[in-house]
């Protein structure tokens, strides 16, 4: 059973920065694409960051030029750096792989909120 847990969230004022983690267990992240999501509530999870086994990297408009997905396989991490944060980036931040088979079970999630 994989399990996904993710961590680093917070509350930070506008144009702070925060860096999350997402730790796998029961499964091995080499190989795979991986992803960050975010959810706030009443909306469907939105795709943020994409980062394939190579290192290739892709972001959403919204995000582009302030996050940064990295990856460390041998830790079987996923990160994601959060510069210049913005009230509209409140919400629960997932990881997940991206896979023809679909995703992982989700995890609980890392509650960020950008607040003053």
């Known amino acids: 059973q994989v399990q996904l847990v993710e961590s680093g969230g917070g509350l930070v004022q506008p144009g702070g920065a925060l860096r999350l983690s997402c730790a796998a267990s029961g499964s091995s992240l080499s190989g795979r694409s991986m992803a960050w999501y975010r959810q706030t509530p009443g909306k469907q999870r939105e795709l943020v960051a994409t980062i394939t086994n190579g290192g290739r990297t892709s972001y959403a408009d919204s995000v582009r030029g302030r996050f940064t997905i990295s990856r460390d396989n041998a830790k079987n991490t996923v990160y994601l750096q959060m510069n210049s944060l913005k009230p509209e980036d409140t919400a629960v931040y997932y990881c997940?792989?991206?896979?023809?088979?679909?995703?992982?079970?989700w995890g609980q999630g890392t509650q960020v909120t950008v607040s003053s």
């Open positions: 997940n792989r991206i896979a023809d088979l679909g995703p992982w079970p």
